[in-house]
């Protein structure tokens, strides 16, 4: 399965050995493996490694729900903290290479692991993690084709993983979190769902309440959201960038964007230009009822606590759940 083991940012010889593979350089620890899954409708490139161009700018255009807000990483340390009382040292695994929840692992004192497919992300997000560890392991690797060893973590977590994941795959996603998880361990999610109802008629009125928004990269994403929810199939549960490009069309004059209100009109402009620009024309999320996901959830775990947040605005449709593997 290790096809690779590279070495990056070499400061002074170090050697670590770890039950699934040897890696011998100081500072950070990475493990390679090529996977060749091909999938249908959702492929590799159109859910996960378009990540690739969204590396460079993540900084710049992420912000809530796509990454987890101020309450949402209490809410991480909290139950972290519950989780490793008086048990220095547990093992977790962050899926993708979040940094927030690399922060939170390496200040309780965890010893951290990353698994992500795109060394992109890795070397982007790595610079944004502010409580270094210089024991933290970066695996690139696929989450559903890893050279990880089984029951071998304390804590899996997963801020919007499942919804990079094909719905055809999720079985084998579950089963992957539960064969890496020692028996009775933890899976941390934040989830994204569509909603039941639409949460607005028309476009007109999602640029009317936008229009009294102040423009922002953050604003942008937000309105990226919502237009992936508005245009939400059901049937294939994609949120997808080529429908909020078909709207953006609609409302693209010659000359730009001409609304009244002049914070919309730069919010759309951010939209236009970087969102549903070349880039990510292709990404798409998996975007599934609560209820859907809560019923899957019940045949591996128990849930032991469940979080909405309200300091950004999409709370109920992000939530999260810290859950028990069933015995
Ligand atoms: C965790 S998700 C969602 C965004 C997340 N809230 C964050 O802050 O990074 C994004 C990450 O998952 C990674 N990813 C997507 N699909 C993957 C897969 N099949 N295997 C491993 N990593 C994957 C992407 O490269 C990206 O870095």
Known sequence: MLK?????????????????????????????NEENLTMTKTTLDNTSYAWKQISENWQTYFFPPSRPSEQEVAT???????????????????LGATPELRDALNQLHFTTHAIDINMEMILALNGLVEHKNPEEVLIRANWLDNPLQESYFDVVLGDAVFANVPWEKRKDFYEEIVRLLKPGGYYLSRTFYAPEKRRYENIDDILAAFAKKKASNRTAIELVFELQLFTHDPTDRLGSMEKVRGVMEKI??????????????????????????????KKVWIYPFQKEEEEEYKRYFSTERKFSATDQPYGELTPMYLLKEKD
């Open 4 to 32: 690779y083991i590279i070495k990056l940012f070499t400061t002074k010889s170090n050697s670590v050995i770890l039950g699934y593979g040897e890696i011998t350089w100081a500072g950070l620890r990475l493990i390679i």
């Open 76 to 94: 991480y340390m909290e139950w972290l903290t519950e989780i490793s009382a008086g048990k220095p040292g547990l093992k977790a695994l962050v």
């Open 252 to 281: 693209h004059g010659t000359d730009g964007f001409a609304f009244d209100s002049q914070d919309l009109n730069q919010t759309l402009e951010i939209v236009w230009s970087y969102w549903v620009g070349d880039a990510l024309s």
